[in-house]
C-alpha cells in the first residue's frame, strides 16, 4: 500500500512562489509516474502536471506551463512542484497522485492519492 503524504502549501500574494513536496512510502517509487491535480471549489478536480517515473518526460496543463515545474527525487521518494508567478486562479486544494498510468493527465488513471493541501493567492 503506498501512502503519499504531502507538504507545503499555504497563502501568498499574487506573483510570489511556493513549493509543495509530496512524500512516498510503501511501494516502488520509481515504478510509478507522479501527478499533481487540483481541485477548486465548487469545481471538477483538474490536471496540473505529471511526470514520468525516470524524470525525463513531464506533462503540463497550459494554464501553468511556464510558471511550475515537476520535478522528483527518486533518492528521497519525493516529488515537487514548484509554483512561481501565482495568480489568484491558482487557488485551490492540491493533491499528489502516484501510479503506473497510460494517461498521465487523468484522475481515473491513478491509484494513490495525498491528503491534498490548501494554496491561497490572494490579489
Known amino acids: 500500500q503506498v501512502q503519499l503524504v504531502q507538504s507545503g502549501g499555504g497563502l501568498v500574494q499574487a506573483g510570489g512562489s511556493l513549493r509543495l513536496s509530496c512524500a512516498a512510502s510503501g511501494g516502488t517509487f520509481t515504478t510509478y509516474t507522479m501527478g499533481w491535480f487540483r481541485q477548486a471549489p465548487g469545481k471538477e478536480r483538474e490536471f496540473v502536471a505529471a511526470?514520468?517515473?525516470?524524470?525525463?518526460?513531464?506533462y503540463y496543463t497550459g494554464s501553468v506551463k511556464g510558471r511550475f515545474t515537476i520535478s522528483r527525487d527518486n533518492a528521497k521518494n519525493t516529488v515537487y512542484l514548484q509554483m512561481n508567478s501565482l495568480k489568484p486562479e491558482d487557488t485551490a486544494v492540491y493533491y499528489c497522485?502516484?501510479?503506473?498510468?497510460?494517461?498521465?493527465?487523468?484522475?481515473?488513471?491513478?491509484?494513490?492519492w495525498g491528503q491534498g493541501t490548501q494554496v491561497t493567492v490572494s490579489s
Open positions: 497522485a502516484s501510479g503506473r498510468v497510460n494517461l498521465p493527465r487523468t484522475p481515473l488513471a491513478y491509484d494513490y
Open positions: 511526470i514520468n517515473w525516470s524524470g525525463g518526460t513531464t
